[in-house]
């Protein structure tokens, strides 16, 4: 019992994360996270490779890389804009994006990761 509570008390609280505070103008903000959400909302449970893939068939001109749409995303997630959820096939997992309004078994259907380890037949 002496060593839980020494264990316990000895280790280090998770650091709090600070919001998210995006550089961009509120009116580039508002264009940008729209466009993001209409795409997910459109189609459907998106990795972020795929959400990127997107974004630049439309053409979007706020945002400058991939990195800037993974912080926007990450804004939009904290403001419960988007939840992102998990899809584990096998040893792997594969993170998606959606809207708070995509029906769960629209979800269950987004597309498998391939196993690498098992050979095609």
């Known amino acids: 019992m002496f060593a839980t509570a020494i264990r316990y008390i000895g280790k280090k609280p998770k650091p709090k994360m600070k919001p998210i505070e995006l550089k961009t103008p509120p009116e ?7 466009v993001i959400f209409d795409i997910l909302k459109e189609h459907g449970p998106l990795t972020i490779a ?11 001109k706020g945002l400058n890389s991939k990195r800037h749409m993974k912080i926007v995303m990450r804004w939009m997630r904290e403001r ?3 939840r992102q959820i998990c899809n584990h096939v096998g040893p792997t997992k594969q993170f ?8 769960p078994d629209v979800v269950k259907q987004a597309r498998p990761v391939s196993d690498p380890s098992r050979p095609k037949s």
């Open 80 to 82: 419960q804009k988007l």
């Open 96 to 103: 998606l994006y959606t809207t708070w309004f995509t029906k």
């Open 28 to 34: 580039q903000t508002q264009t940008i996270t729209r």
């Open 50 to 60: 795929d959400t990127w893939e997107h974004v630049q068939e439309v053409g979007l």
